[in-house]
Every structure is written in structure tokens, then in C-alpha cells.
């Protein structure tokens, strides 16, 4: 514990994450940032191994990643920083240094950030974990924005019915703003996807995507939404974000690729 601080202050790292199933810093004072690992990475598994605990460490880093992309887009972060990670039991542990600026992960993130508002990207994730944990009236449902580089995109698609959000003020139709959510959630049962505007705007929802889809890759089992909103990423300088309706993982696309994958049950 003493040698992760250290290390921490050492190198100025912008987080620490305690991946120990006790909680080791919980009640520790410190002046940098400490997220915990959730109960769900709590292994039963009593195996003590170097091998082990490597390979928890591994996944648990895999999952807080995405966590850090959010405190980045929230500006809680910053995106050069230094994250130390500590994991372990009485017997043995790791510490881990990750410096982000040396990421070629978080360099492709960096390049989402340059695309959109960073605000806007963070909250159409937001909603979307938020219509992936919650549903619609006792339904799961999938769903997708389609997030910036809006003429390129409007010209690749056409409406499947009439637009929702057409003639109403911007101020109602900024996903930004909270307040907008439950009309958002409420389309999002449609066909289609919902067009976003580079600084957040609504301007579309129930429109089709008229992409080529060859040779575009997305994980086994996905259906014609996600690979279309992955398409669209290749063909324009828009970010995806999807909403699967089986299991509600959120996923964001960039240049035809995956870049990330959120499970919304897992994160507040």
C-alpha cells in the first residue's frame, strides 16, 4: 500500500485504482484520486498464484478503462495522466504503472475527442447506459447515435418514418441537457437510428442508414444496426454509439472500428 502511494506521488499519476478485495486505501488519506474495484470483480476463486492474480488485474484494468474514458470526458481526468493500479492479498500483489500519453488505446480516443464535443460524447453515452440498464416500459431495446460530421451522414441515410424532432427549437433537442432524456428514451424504441449534431443537437431520430457494409467487422452476434452504425464511422468522420437491445452493452465506433464497450450494469 505505502509502495503504490509513493509511486503515485512519485510520478504525479492523475488516479489510483484499487483492485484489492479489501479495499486497501478505503481508509487511507490521500491527495490523488482512488477508484475501487465493484463487488462483481471479486473472484470466489481462492487461487493465490502469480498467474492468477496477473490475469484478474488484467480484466479488472480492461474494465476500469472505460471509466477512465468517462472521467476524461467529463474533464475529471486528464488525458496525459498517469493511473496507478495496486492488486493482491496478504501474500503477494502488484503495482502497476499506466501512462496514458503512451496509450495507442487512448491515442484513438484522443482523436474521438477531436471529432465531437467531448460533452456531447459523454453525455450519449450516459443516456445510452441509461436506456441499456433500464430499458423501455419493461423492455429491453437497442438503439444507436449517430454522433457529428452530420450533412456526410444525413446524406448517407433517409427517414423510415416522419422525423419526431423536425421544427421543434434546438433548446428541446440538445442531449446535453438532462431534461431532454425522457423524450430521447421514449423515440428510442423506433427503427432506425438518432442523427446527433457535432455540438449535440437532435436532428433526427427513425432514420436508415444507406451505407456499404463490406468488409466492416463487428463482434459475433451483433445484428444490422450496430454493423451499419460501424459502417457509417468508415465513410464519415462521425462517432457510433450503440445500444445493444440483448444485454444493453454500449459500444462507441470510430473509422469502422470498435473502440469501446461498457457494460452499463457495472458502472453507476
Known sequence: MKAAIELARRTNASLILDLTPERILEDVEIDIPVIFCDSHEISEDRNTGVEFFFNRTVRSLKSFR??????????????????????????????????LSK????EDFRDTLSRVDPFVLHSAITLAM???REGREGQQIGTAFIIGDEMEVLKRSHQLIL????????????IKNRENWEA?????????????????????????LDVDARGVRVRAGLGGRHIAAAAITRETEAIAVT???SGGIVRVYKDGEEIMEIDPNLFP
Not at 468517462?70 to 499506466?98: C, P, Q, T, W
Not at 496509450?103 to 487512448?106: E, N, Q, V
Not at 428514451?185 to 432514420?207: C, H, M, N, T, W
Open 66 to 99: 472505460d471509466l477512465i474514458y468517462r472521467k476524461i470526458l467529463r474533464g475529471e481526468l486528464e488525458e496525459e495522466g498517469i493511473v496507478i493500479a495496486v492488486h493482491g492479498d496478504e501474500n503477494m500483489g502488484f503495482i502497476l504503472s499506466y501512462d
Open 184 to 208: 430521447i428514451k421514449e423515440f428510442a424504441q423506433l427503427d432506425g437510428v438518432f442523427i446527433i449534431s457535432s455540438d449535440g443537437i437532435v436532428i433526427s431520430a427513425g432514420r436508415y
Open 130 to 132: 441509461e436506456i441499456g
Open 243 to 245: 445500444v445493444s437491445k
Open 163 to 174: 422525423n419526431p424532432f423536425e421544427g421543434h427549437p434546438p433548446e428541446v433537442r440538445d
Open 103 to 106: 496509450s495507442a488505446t487512448f
